[in-house]
T-cell receptor, first 116, second 118 residues
Framework: ETGVTQTPRHLVMGMTNKKSLKCEQH?????MYWYKQSAKKPLELMFV???????ENNSVPSRFSPECPNSSHLFLHLHTLQPEDSALYLC???????????????FGNGTRLTVT | KQEVTQIPAALSVPEGENLVLNCSFT??????LQWFRQDPGKGLTSLLL?????REQTSGRLNASLDKSSGRSTLYIAASQPGDSATYLC?????????????????FGQGTILTVHP
């Protein structure tokens, strides 16, 4: 149990589908993140939320749409994805925005997304 | 732009060996450096976090050092075990103002795949 739960664990979708990834944390953290992990590439930061407000959108295409309804939940809405979007999508949280004091990231186990 | 490099990309050792994983970064203006472990198909587990003012951190058989001025960190694993087999990633957090933000940005290396065989 990591403290950060992601669902679903695996997702296969066609390019015309709309789906959502869900992340939930009950660690009392105020910051949440979406990362993308592609094969043979470093983790890429996609979005950062602090106290439900988006503080960073790291040049992510609009076919990825994040939503943070409260500090415990984070969603990533997906539509008209491309095959190259296939990757492991990782959610993370931290007590405060990462980098302010001793506030390490806690990761979920990820959603393995395959776009056909 | 911060770049993080990890060497070697893969490492295979017999059980019981002491080993060192290397991480280098191009911009020394960091806030902290964090080492993670990732098991296949799983998320990342934080192992050690070193603040920029610190030189090393220890947890059990793990010791991480940081030389900020030279842009290097090492993760030392003592008496390796098969259960240590995983991918090890280091990540640096930019200092204040890095990337134009007040909280910096976490930049990851590509990781070192470690296999410890019995």
């Amino acid at each position: 149990e990591t403290g950060v739960t992601q669902t679903p664990r695996h997702l296969v979708m066609g390019m015309t589908n709309k789906k959502s990834l869900k992340c939930e944390q009950h660690l009392g953290h105020n910051a949440m993140y979406w990362y993308k992990q592609s094969a043979k590439k470093p983790l890429e930061l996609m979005f950062v939320y602090s106290l439900e407000e988006r503080v960073e959108n790291n040049s992510v295409p609009s076919r990825f749409s994040p939503e943070c309804p409260n500090s415990s939940h984070l969603f990533l809405h997906l539509h008209t994805l491309q095959p190259e979007d296939s990757a492991l999508y990782l959610c993370a949280s931290s007590l405060r925005i990462s980098g302010m004091g001793n506030s390490p990231l806690h990761f979920g186990n990820g959603t393995r997304l395959t776009v056909t | 732009k911060q770049e993080v490099t990890q060497i070697p990309a893969a490492l295979s050792v017999p059980e019981g060996e002491n080993l060192v994983l290397n991480c280098s970064f191009t911009d020394s203006a960091i806030y902290n450096l964090q080492w993670f472990r990732q098991d296949p198909g799983k998320g990342l587990t934080s192992l050690l976090l070193i603040q920029s003012s610190q030189r090393e951190q220890t947890s059990g058989r793990l010791n991480a050092s940081l030389d900020k001025s030279s842009g290097r960190s090492t993760l030392y694993i003592a008496a390796s075990q098969p259960g240590d087999s995983a991918t090890y990633l280091c990540a640096v957090k930019g200092g204040e103002g890095a990337g134009g933000t007040s909280y910096g940005k976490l930049t990851f290396g590509q990781g070192t795949i470690l296999t410890v065989h019995p």
